[in-house]
């Protein structure tokens, strides 16, 4: 009973995690925006002025605020890929070694473990480094690493979404199994009472 909860309560801390990262992912560029439509005057007067300056020019402002978010979130998402790699790591071998899940549940936590792997090490550098070379190109501007961008970010997206699936697969594959446990001892132990009194009805 114990153990089902702890890999459950790992499970939703890991799923809950990524809708976490996924939120931060959106909400720091989503702030910019709000930031830039109703600035404060102090603000206000700042950003005019840097977008007056001959080095920088019209969009500054949101170009290098929008860069700025999006260095946070790379360092996030590769600090959240290691998590994930450790607390993965550590939830197969505790269903390993000290459950008595089948091997249905092992290979559902494996396969996750593989998609952040490739999530790491397959997809995230070459994310980085386009990402990084697109940060300061306007959007107007036509590239072939953009559209590479997309095509990564749109893998990575769907071995997100793989994730979260398997992971809710697995949770509820996992209370519905030791609910069914459960009552097939109540119904065991039912019938082992049923028995002894039927017993000590013939002894007697």
């Known amino acids: 009973m114990h153990s089902v909860r702890l890999v459950c309560f790992a499970l939703g801390s890991w799923l809950a995690g990524g809708f976490f990262m996924a939120w931060i992912a959106t909400e720091g560029f989503r702030g910019v ?9 102090q603000a206000r ?20 605020l929008r860069y700025q978010v999006a260095e946070q979130n790379r360092v996030y998402f590769e600090s959240w890929e290691i998590v994930q790699l450790a607390v993965g790591s550590l939830l197969f071998f505790f269903l390993l070694f000290g459950t008595r899940e089948d091997k249905y549940s092992l290979a559902g936590v494996l396969l996750m473990l593989v998609l952040v792997a490739g999530q790491r090490f ?24 953009r559209g590479r961008f997309w095509l990564l970010h749109n893998a990575y997206s769907g071995m997100e979404l793989a994730k979260w699936a398997i992971g809710l697969f697995l949770a509820g594959r996992l209370v519905v199994g030791h609910r069914h446990r459960h009552s097939r001892g109540d119904v065991r132990q039912q ?14």
């Open 33 to 41: 925006d709000r930031l830039l439509d109703a600035p404060n005057p």
């Open 122 to 145: 397959l997809l995230t550098p070459d994310l980085t480094l386009l990402g990084r070379s697109l940060d300061f190109v306007p959007l107007a501007d036509a590239s072939p690493e």
């Open 191 to 204: 019938l082992d009472m049923i028995d002894k009194a039927d017993h000590r009805h013939i002894d007697g």
């Open 45 to 64: 007067l700042e950003f005019k002025t840097l977008e007056s300056d001959g080095n920088f020019g019209k969009g500054a402002a949101r170009t290098l």
